[in-house]
């Protein structure tokens, strides 16, 4: 445990987490650190408060991306401050302007999450000057201290980007490597004895979200950087082959091939599941520690010792089939052809596992030719026009509704705050911002997070202050507590806000100010903008997410034809193409991601708005199922197997049925009219020569065509009431 808990916290201290949190505790505290030493406190703080609303746009992603995002932020927050500073002495003018940045600036979220946080940048600089009265010229020279320190930021992100280019690109990889692991030993949980299904597969869909999230950062750092497509450096390909192996490798981890409650029913008593279990656990720890080396240097675990087990393994299905081999029926037949390919397809994990290890060796990152493809096809590239503003301008669009949700709880909480007249009121305002998201259930969520977060914290801020008294012991916390506070922010919100509370109150307590009564006056601030953003998410132009079911599931079910579409040139035809397989697949992974997350945020929403909850989560399980049927196809196909002419023709026109009947479904969903076609399932006559390989293709052609039955049977449920 010990050492499981230390390799946890040394790959947190190096990743990309743990230095943005370095990288924006220096941006933000080192001015004020400065400008203290020469008396200038106050203007430090300014300058720190740019740096910090600049951080906020500082995400992951292609360096010049990043770059760009600061200095437009910048440029804005200049802009903006100064407009705030000289309009906030009337409650009437500055309650206008508030209404109608929060409405642009929450509207520009339709260009994409990096505009949404340089719209929620602005609006921070925004609710900060509100109460903050000064002079022109002071507001001026306020505007100009507020540039400043976002340009310190800025230069400090980029020159620390260009100290180490590769670092981003490795952490980025490493942490969606985890992911795999993790998935793999969710899968390896099908093996043990006592085990509930469904919470397997709710985790599974979960995890497979976390899993394309964080293969689209990656996609987004290696193919949107011109270091990378330029194809510069020995590590850079590196970085660029190991990604590619590794999202083959997820689709093999993907793949399934059996009942498994049948497996259970056969094979429980033997305890080969068991051998089963350990061995994917044991794959599971070869990718973790790939995952650290990439980040730490070295050479991960050799593979020896798993291909020992897999071996063995082998040999012990074999034993067990001797025992069977006077007795044997049909089914267990059939049992032991279902762990022989579920045998393959861990051996073929085992080997490309193999292969990424031997990329670790620096002698041979020179001579790695990665494979030429359009990476354009698998980024998606967001047009920033007037025109798609100007489109979404209605109430048939999310955004909007969500931006003028925005622009209105903002006005009632300020109004609502000039009212209460507490010293710092803005605390109200700045819980409506962080808290309002699009859709109910993430705003629920963010609200339960910063209570816990905020009310926590301010009992750990109060006792530090009242045990602590040291000075510079006190310093000290508050630098780690800054650390922790900005490397969770993305990671774990709640976290982040623990941490964030007692900084802050630490920092009053510097300034020489009463700290209970400041802690009371947070949480009381904090718990009222929770209330207003919550309330105003339920019931001011709501976004249930019932609302979007249609759209999410059709594009799931088009992409899974697609998927099929591309799969079966392989399969019956000469027209196969490697690099319309692998956008089909990556389009599967998007949809079905899109549509797992929408199923797991109607679970948070009121009973009443869970319309169809059972019938979507069969729908999802049968996707993902139907996606993992075939990319097991797939595995046996592209290891050199090939379908005999002699039943060619029988299996073709199974794989058509299933095609047919996913368009069914798709129109069933589309038109919300049930099908005109009568749903059939055909069958391939048995022969005494068909080899145990056809016997294999064959069944898992019935498979993929089984699910795809029962995909458009639960379509029409959906004709009435989607």
């Given at each position: ?5 230390l ?6 201290l ?6 943005e949190g370095?990288?924006?505790?220096l941006g ?7 400008m ?7 203007t430090?703080?300014?300058?720190s ?5 600049v ?5 992951p ?6 770059k ?8 804005l927050?200049?802009?903006v401050s100064i407009?705030?500073g ?14 109608v ?8 979220a339709?260009y ?7 719209g929620t940048?602005?609006l921070?600089?925004t609710?900060?000057?509100i ?13 100009t201290y ?5 340009l310190?930021?800025t ?24 992911e795999v692991?993790?998935?793999l030993r969710?899968?390896a ?5 006592k ?10 869909l979960?995890?497979?979200?976390e ?11 290696l ?15 590196f970085?660029?082959v ?5 999202v083959?490798l997820f ?12 497996l259970?029913?056969?094979f429980?008593?033997?305890g080969?599941?068991k ?15 790939i995952?650290?080396?990439l ?15 897999v ?5 012990e ?8 081999d006077?007795?044997?029926?049909n089914e ?6 279902a ?5 393959d397809n861990i ?6 596992i193999d292969?990424i ?5 620096k ?18 590239s967001?047009?920033?026009n ?14 909007f509704r ?15 705050s ?7 009121s803005?605390w109200?305002?700045l819980?409506?911002?962080v ?11 963010r609200?339960?997070?910063r209570?816990?977060?905020t009310?926590v914290g301010?009992l ?19 630098m780690?507590?800054?650390i922790?506070?900005?490397s969770?922010q993305?990671?774990?919100y709640?976290?982040?806000v623990l ?14 100010l009463?700290i ?12 009222i903008?929770s ?5 105003a998410s ?17 594009d799931?079910?088009?992409a899974n034809?697609?998927?099929?579409k591309?799969?079966?040139?392989l ?14 697949r990556?389009e599967v ?6 549509l797992?997350?929408?199923f797991?945020?109607?679970l948070?929403e009121p ?10 989560h ?11 049927y075939v ?7 592209q290891?050199g ?19 047919l ?11 919300k009219?049930a099908?005109k076609?009568i ?15 056809e016997n294999?293709?064959?069944a ?9 039955f029962?995909?458009?049977?639960i ?8």
């Amino acid at each position: 445990m010990f050492k499981k808990n230390l390799r946890e916290t040394q790959d947190f201290l190096l990743s990309n987490y743990f230095a943005e949190g370095l990288r924006i505790t220096l941006g933000v505290l080192l001015p004020s650190l400065v400008m203290a030493h020469f008396g200038q406190l106050q203007t430090g703080m300014t300058l720190s408060l740019g740096a910090l609303c600049v951080s906020i746009v500082d995400s992951p992603g292609p360096i010049h991306h990043r770059k760009n995002a600061m200095l437009i932020t910048l440029g804005l927050l200049v802009i903006v401050s100064i407009l705030t500073g000289l309009t906030n002495r009337s409650d009437w003018f500055i309650g206008t302007l508030l209404f109608v940045l929060s409405f642009i600036f929450s509207m520009i979220a339709v260009y994409g999450n990096r505009a949404a946080s340089i719209g929620t940048s602005i609006l921070l600089i925004t609710v900060l000057s509100i109460d903050d009265v000064r002079a022109w010229k002071e507001v001026i020279l306020y505007g100009t201290y507020i540039g400043i320190g976002g340009l310190w930021y800025t230069l400090l992100s980029y020159f620390s980007y260009r100290l180490r280019p590769y670092r981003l690109a490795t952490q980025t990889l490493s942490e969606s490597i985890y992911e795999v692991a993790k998935f793999l030993r969710i899968k390896a949980r099908f093996y043990d004895k006592k085990i509930d299904f469904d919470e397997i597969y709710a985790e599974l869909l979960k995890l497979q979200v976390e899993v394309n999230h964080r293969q689209e950062e990656v996609r987004e750092v290696l193919f949107k950087t011109r270091t990378f497509l330029r194809d510069s450096s020995p590590y850079s390909r590196f970085l660029l082959v190991v990604f590619t192996d590794m999202v083959d490798l997820f689709e093999q981890i993907m793949s399934t091939y059996y009942n498994y409650k049948h497996l259970h029913k056969q094979f429980d008593s033997t305890g080969i599941l068991k051998r089963y279990h350990h061995l994917i656990v044991h794959i599971a720890e070869h990718l973790e520690d790939i995952a650290f080396v990439l980040k730490s240097g070295g050479k991960p675990m050799d593979t020896k010792m798993l291909k020992h087990e897999v071996r063995a393994l082998r040999m012990e299905i074999e034993l067990l089939e001797a025992d069977f081999d006077n007795n044997i029926s049909n089914e267990q037949q059939r049992g032991f052809v279902a762990l022989l390919n579920i045998y393959d397809n861990i051996k073929n994990i085992v080997k490309r596992i193999d292969t990424i290890n031997a990329y670790f060796d620096k002698k041979l990152q020179s001579s790695i030719k990665p494979e030429k493809i359009d990476t354009s096809k698998f980024i998606h590239s967001q047009e920033v026009n007037a025109r798609i503003f100007i489109d979404n301008l209605s109430f048939d669009s999310s955004t909007f509704r969500h931006a003028l949700r925005v622009a209105i709880v903002m006005l009632v909480g300020f109004i609502v705050s000039r009212h209460l007249q507490f010293s710092h009121s803005y605390w109200t305002l700045l819980t409506i911002l962080v808290i309002s998201k699009p859709g109910f259930s993430l705003t629920k969520e963010r609200n339960y997070h910063r209570i816990i977060g905020t009310v926590v914290g301010a009992l750990i801020g109060v006792a530090i202050l009242h045990f602590v008294k040291d000075k510079n012991a006190l310093f000290v916390i508050l630098m780690l507590f800054m650390i922790a506070s900005y490397s969770f922010q993305r990671k774990n919100y709640v976290i982040s806000v623990l941490f964030m509370t007692p900084f802050i109150l630490i920092v009053f307590d510097f300034l020489g100010l009463g700290i209970e009564t400041l802690a009371k006056e947070r949480v009381i601030n904090t718990l009222i903008g929770s209330g207003i953003a919550l309330a105003a998410s339920y019931s001011l132009f709501p976004n249930w997410e019932y609302k979007n079911l249609e759209q999410a599931m059709a594009d799931t079910l088009k992409a899974n034809r697609n998927y099929l579409k591309e799969l079966y040139k392989l399969c019956f035809d000469n027209q196969y193409d490697n690099f319309y397989y692998k956008l089909s697949r990556k389009e599967v992974f998007v949809k079905s991601s899109n549509l797992a997350s929408i199923f797991q945020r109607m679970l948070t929403e009121p009973k009443n708005k869970q319309i169809n909850i059972k019938e979507l989560h069969q729908f999802t399980v049968l996707n993902h199922l139907l996606s993992s049927y075939v990319a097991s196809l797939s595995n046996t196909l592209q290891n050199g197997h090939q379908i005999e002419q002699k039943t060619s023709f029988q299996l073709k026109a199974v794989a058509d049925n299933s095609l047919l009947l996913l368009e069914i479904a798709v129109n069933s969903i589309s038109t919300k009219q049930a099908p005109k076609s009568i749903l059939v399932l055909m069958d391939v006559p048995e022969s005494e020569n068909d080899t145990e390989l056809e016997n294999n293709i064959e069944a898992q052609l019935l498979l993929i065509q089984k699910v795809s039955f029962d995909i458009a049977k639960i379509s029409q449920k959906f004709t009435q009431t989607v």
